[in-house]
């Protein structure tokens, strides 16, 4: 089993900056794919950013250019840089991981954007 633990989230005024952070631990191997998803209530957990293990990146293209995914596979952690951040970012944050085709997922992470 794989724990993810996100934390970093809060509230920020638009405009403003927040970093996630997502420590895996537990009985590691190899993670592969990580990655941050979040929902808001009555929508589907959308994709924002993932990265592979060997560092490539894809966005949801609406953050692109503002949020940036980055990962250190020596500490088992994925961050997720977010800048300009708007009113429709505010959404519950999941880390997500996958290993030996498992998923994983975080309890989630509030982001609140305030106008």
């Known amino acids: 089993q794989v724990q993810l633990v996100e934390s970093g989230g809060g509230l920020v005024q638009a405009g403003g900056s927040l970093r996630l952070s997502c420590v895996a631990s537990?009985?590691?191997?190899?993670?592969?794919?990580m990655g941050w998803y979040r929902q808001t209530p009555g929508k589907q957990r959308e994709l924002v950013a993932g990265?592979?293990?060997?560092?490539?990146?894809n966005y949801l293209d609406s953050v692109k250019g503002r949020f940036t995914i980055s990962r250190d596979n020596a500490k088992n952690t994925v961050y997720l840089e977010m800048n300009s951040l708007k009113l429709e970012d505010t959404a519950v944050y999941y880390c997500?991981?996958?290993?030996?085709?498992?998923?994983?997922w975080g309890q989630g992470t509030q982001v609140t954007v305030s106008s």
């Open positions: 537990g009985s590691i191997t190899k993670l592969w794919a």
């Open positions: 990265i592979s293990r060997e560092g490539r990146t």
């Open positions: 997500h991981g996958v290993q030996a085709q498992l998923e994983y």
